[in-house]
């Protein structure tokens, strides 16, 4: 059965006069990673926290359709009541971060909420610690943190919830590579672990290699839904071009003869590679 199921979702921010998500429909199963993809202003965000339930409960404005969590339906359920369900990971951790002075402190903060009793607090805590990358962490100032530790004690934030799936907005366009590369080593962990996962994300390259489904909006649209090497190689995302290296190299060879028409063209590496053996190219 589904996890999440987004049915004729419409919606428009208060004050505008244009839906940023139009007719979205999709459905994701346990498990499943799914990136979400589209230029600027195509409704990522709004899409992430419809996800959530900030959309509508946050941000208010005209929502018709619905989106069901967990059999839940965030429409009719309060916002604490969709936190333990679906997290939402921020693109910059200093929004998700409140200002506590030790990490343990700042992880802790939603449980209190909850009430949940202090051993098991600490045991939780530990754990999401841990699934993010160091318990050691736990005592040390947030601040005295890099970008990418905050972000990774950002996700534990929301990981400690133990929510049934994760919301994550562009989680490293604030971050520097090595930043981003802890962060995605990270997500790629808990997805292995079993946990489904939503990623709004421009690292496409990134995306192609590690995700089960893309889908792709543009103005509020879900023009594209499916497995990477379908959806990145779809022309319809032809704008892509530039950023898929393997893609845009195996398009060049199929232009000179190199790569038949009839072969899927490739998002990754590793399909690169094999596509071009299987031609018999073996470069010089
Ligand atoms: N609070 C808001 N009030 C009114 N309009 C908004 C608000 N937030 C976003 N929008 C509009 O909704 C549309 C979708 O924006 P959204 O931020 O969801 O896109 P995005 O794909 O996440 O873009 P980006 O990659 O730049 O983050 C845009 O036209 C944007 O201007």
Not at 254 to 261: I, L, M, N, S, V
């Amino acid at each position: 059965m589904a996890i999440i199921e987004v049915e004729a979702v419409t919606y428009t921010y208060p004050g505008s006069s244009t839906p940023s998500l139009r007719d979205v429909t999709f459905s994701v199963e346990p498990g499943e990673f799914v990136a979400l993809i589209g230029a600027n202003g195509a409704g990522k965000s709004t899409l992430c926290y419809a996800l959530t339930g900030f959309v509508p409960h946050f941000f208010n404005g005209e929502m018709q359709g619905q989106v069901t969590i967990a059999g839940i339906q965030t429409q009719k359920a309060a916002l604490e009541e969709i936190v333990p369900l679906a997290g939402l990971v921020f693109q910059n951790p200093i929004t998700q971060l409140t200002g506590k002075a030790t990490v343990c402190e700042e992880i802790a903060f939603g449980l209190e909420n909850l009430g949940v009793p202090p051993e098991e607090m600490e045991e939780r805590i530990a754990h999401a610690l841990e699934l993010v990358g160091d318990r050691s962490w736990a005592d040390r100032s947030p601040t005295a943190l890099s970008g990418g530790q905050q972000q990774r004690v950002a996700l534990a934030c929301m990981l400690v919830m133990k929510p049934q799936v994760l919301v994550l907005d562009e989680p490293t366009s604030f971050l520097d590579p090595l930043g981003a590369h802890e962060v995605f080593t990270a997500i790629r962990q808990l997805s292995r672990e079993g946990m489904t996962i939503i990623i709004a994300e421009h690292n496409i390259e990134w995306i192609a290699r590690e995700t089960d489904r893309i889908i792709a909006l543009d103005e509020g649209k879900i023009i594209l839904d499916g497995k990477p090497s379908e959806v990145l190689t779809s022309p319809l995302l032809e704008d892509l071009g530039s950023q898929l290296r393997y893609t845009a190299a195996a398009r060049l060879a199929q232009a000179r003869g190199w790569w038949p028409e009839t072969r899927n063209l490739p998002v990754t590496l590793e399909e690169a590679e094999a596509g071009f053996r299987a031609g018999g190219f073996h470069g010089h």
